[in-house]
T-cell receptor, first 113, second 112 residues
Framework: DVKVTQSSRYLVKRTGEKVFLECVQD?????MFWYRQDPGLGLRLIYF???????EKGDIPEGYSVSREKKERFSLILESASTNQTSMYLC????????????FGEGSRLTVL | GEDVEQSLFLSVREGDSSVINCTYT??????LYWYKQEPGAGLQLLTY?????DMKQDQRLTVLLNKKDKHLSLRIADTQTGDSAIYFC????????????FGTGTRLKVLA
């Protein structure tokens, strides 16, 4: 069974803390994504990666960075968390192809106090 | 820029049909997608339609695409309580970029 695993389901952090969100996929997918989900706004793309060490900004990259040192792992980093980064974060992966199905993790709910 | 719009809520009675609507602004999409998100879970692909098709049927699901009006709909026949979820339509405005645009999501509530 294909799987995208996000290491933390729930996190509570303080303003200014550095936050790491980890995502691992076991499908040997080339592409990995980080989305942010907020009520009434749907999913917004933060960053995606199409290969190891390659990354591309999405629609809302400000305040975030990413790291992809290994094919199966894609990390989202909040250098200095702020309250407006309180949200649900979803990781996804896909393989290259014409109809690119995204496989999602269960999400990491981050609260910044 | 590209935009995908959906109504936020839909409530139906068990056994009725549900129709979830989506409008999009881009006209060069190759595929349009429907994803389902159950409570506490990530999104899961429900179905997709190739842009040169008008309709796709898959068991209880029917997808209709009106390219002229840039309108996509998902019909669920014989809606069950297990269909209660958030449904997202998604578009990949420029094929091969993997920059999918998701709608706001429609929360479907099925009443017993």
């Amino acid at each position: 069974d294909v799987k995208v695993t996000q290491s933390s389901r729930y996190l509570v952090k303080r303003t200014g803390e550095k936050v790491f969100l980890e995502c691992v996929q076991d499908m040997d997918h080339e592409n990995m994504f980080w989305y942010r989900q907020d009520p009434g706004l749907g999913l917004r793309l933060i960053y995606f990666s199409y290969d190891v060490k390659m990354k591309e900004k999405g629609d809302i990259p400000e305040g975030y960075s990413v790291s992809r040192e290994k094919k199966e792992r894609f990390s989202l980093i909040l250098e200095s968390a702020s309250t407006n980064q309180t949200s649900m974060y979803l990781c996804a992966s896909s393989t290259r192809g014409l109809a690119g199905e995204l496989f999602f993790g269960e999400g990491s709910r981050l609260t910044v106090l | 820029g590209e935009d995908v719009e959906q109504s936020l809520f839909l409530s139906v009675r068990e056994g009725d049909s549900s129709v979830i609507n989506c409008t999009y602004t881009d006209s060069s999409s190759t595929y349009l997608y429907w994803y389902k998100q159950e409570p506490g879970a990530g999104l899961q692909l429900l179905t997709y339609i190739f842009s040169n098709m008008d309709m796709k049927q898959d068991q209880r699901l029917t997808v209709l695409l009106n390219k002229k009006d840039k309108h996509l709909s998902l019909r669920i026949a014989d809606t069950q309580t297990g269909d209660s979820a958030i449904y997202f339509c998604a578009d990949e405005p420029t094929s091969g970029t993997y920059k999918y645009i998701f709608g706001t999501g429609t929360r479907l509530k099925v009443l017993a």
